[in-house]
């Protein structure tokens, strides 16, 4: 009773026994209490080197919420809270620390570039149907920009970022991956399971 938190729109549940899992598993695996980025690639079965890494180690830079390069359970149940309680809005401003990768506030072609492909790579390497007209890497991208960069000047502030996500639904679509972690990380912990 009261264990199972539904989202409402994204009809996703958080399932607090799910979370007391993940609390032991995260002690066992981190006895000093906070997790490395090796550390969170290994905690979620993530390859060091595979098609899921640039993209775990941006969600390690968003679940870092105090910039020290570890995340305690703390930081970890802070998203999570963050993404099953909060407003899009402040979904958003989480999924632009993923994008921001360099921490400067903005995001760059460059950026952008990186973290679409592997959000690409991981839907084919799991046969999921992202991109439904067919657009290339570089195309999706050019559109997010020309969608998103409401001042021309190359790079997407938060504000534009939230802006244009919220205005323009395919944007949102193609952003939309990164709104949900704990998605991602059941996904990868039933893919490490299988293994």
């Not at 598993?25 to 997790?35: A, I, R, T, Y």
């Not at 993404?83 to 979904?91: A, I, Q, S």
């Not at 205005?167 to 991956?177: E, F, G, I, S, T």
């Amino acid at each position: 009773m009261g264990q199972i938190h539904q989202t409402g729109k994204y009809d996703e549940e958080i399932d607090v026994k799910a979370l007391q899992d993940m609390y032991k598993k995260f002690v066992v695996e981190c006895p000093s209490g906070v997790l490395f980025l090796h550390e969170f690639k290994r905690f979620f079965g993530v390859d060091p080197t595979g098609v899921v890494s640039d993209y775990a180690e941006a969600m390690f830079r968003a679940f870092d919420r105090n910039g020290d390069n570890t995340i305690d359970f703390l930081e970890f149940v802070a998203v999570l809270n963050l993404v099953f309680r909060g407003d899009l809005e402040h979904k958003l401003r989480w999924s632009f620390k993923v994008y921001d990768k360099d921490s400067n506030g903005y995001v760059d072609r460059s950026e952008l570039l990186s973290i679409i492909d592997s959000i690409f790579r991981i839907n084919k390497s799991t046969k999921k149907d992202w991109n439904d007209s067919q657009l290339t890497i570089d195309e999706v991208v050019d559109r997010i920009l020309e969608a998103v960069d409401t001042d021309g000047d190359g790079q997407i502030n938060i504000y534009e970022f939230i802006k244009g996500a919220q205005q323009d639904p395919w944007v949102l679509n193609m952003l939309k991956l990164d709104i949900n972690p704990y998605g991602w990380v059941l996904e990868q912990r039933r893919k490490s399971a299988h293994f």
